[in-house]
């Protein structure tokens, strides 16, 4: 089943209005679902409910019903959005002729999905990574609706790979072969490249390589877009890819990183790495994954620990030590108490 193209803007009106849906419920559930998409990368339509639900109970927000959710999400498979409204169907080879329920319906953002054989791998690899967490809900959830500022460990990390310069005056890929470069002594932001699996990809896409497909217009321009500018806002841009998607190991992310940077002839030095592992570190820990349904790894880490065992029992060498005053019983219980945790005392 293939998604179904844009309507207009005189049909999407006239279905609006069918459902009945002011416009100021309009704009919400457009912040609404960008907000989801933003933080989530996918959720179900029966799973935004319940998030509204909770949302509403704790700020002012418009008020909504279950069915107003499903007719909107209907009309939005239909609008230009940067994400995709699918049917269960759509996503999952469903072994019955029962038509999918609309609370089946799944937000699941652009980037995730590929083309071609394997186009649902990172959905399918995504969900599965998702699976029992909680959501993240805060209660700025609608700032999540727009591109939010740089975050401290983000603007760190951009000012760090900023001030890097292309010094090899020879570059080397990952296979071994040589080139000369062109932008000896420039920084990340003052030159192009392509790395060459990359350029693998564009004569691919080119219908260069012998035995591969035909020229294949479209995905040759949208894979071009994607690699554009200067290095520093390309490798920002897989950086943050990467991350959202919480696919990919931090162990390995920098392995890839280190590999970029040396092939278009960055020669970090130890303490350049040093740096540069404790600032994606910090980086990484301190952005919101998708893979987390939207939790920084630290704030989910904090969460983990709030939710497991609240109360504890010491053991007699410590009930010994209270009582012997080698342990101040009250300055233990505050201990405890600043991290989520009460402890029973005989």
Known sequence: MSYPKPLSEKTLARKYAEAGLTTKQQDFLHAFFDAAVNLYGTVPIRHLWEIY???STRIDIPSIRQKDLVAF?????????????????????????????????E????????SGYGKRMVYYQLTDAQADKPYFIPDDF??????????????????????LKADAKELVDMSGHKKKSNHVGKRLSEFSF?????????KYLSGEIEGGPKRNEKKLNKY??????PELEKLLRD??????????????????????????????????????????????????????????????????????PL?????????????????????LEAMFKEKGVKFQYE
């Not at 609608?142 to 001030?163: M, P």
């Not at 392509?194 to 564009?202: A, G, P, R, T």
């Open 239 to 308: 950086i943050h890819r990467k991350s959202v998607l919480g696919l990919v190991s931090p162990t390995l992310q920098l392995k890839w990183i280190t590999s970029e940077l040396r092939e278009c002839g960055v020669l970090l030095s130890k303490k350049d790495l040093e740096k540069l592992v404790q600032l994606f570190m910090d980086y990484h820990n301190h952005t919101h994954l998708y893979s987390n349904r939207g939790w920084k790894p630290v704030e989910l880490a904090q969460r983990t620990m709030r939710r497991g």
């Open 194 to 202: 392509l790395s060459h699996h990359e350029e693998f990809q564009v």
């Open 311 to 331: 109360t504890i029992s010491l053991g007699p060498g410590i009930q010994q030590a209270i009582k012997e005053g080698k342990i101040d019983k009250k300055e």
């Open 73 to 105: 999400s209907g009309i939005a498979r239909r609008e230009e959005h940067s994400y995709y409204v699918f049917e269960e169907d759509e996503l999952y080879d469903l072994d019955t002729e029962e038509p999918s329920k609309p609370l089946d319906r």
């Open 142 to 163: 609608l700032t999540y609706a727009t591109t939010k500022q740089l975050s401290i460990e983000e603007k760190k990390l951009k000012d760090f790979l900023g001030r």
């Open 53 to 55: 639900k909770d949302l």
């Open 107 to 114: 937000l699941v953002a652009r980037e995730i999905m590929g």
């Open 224 to 229: 071009l877009e994607d690699r554009k500018g």
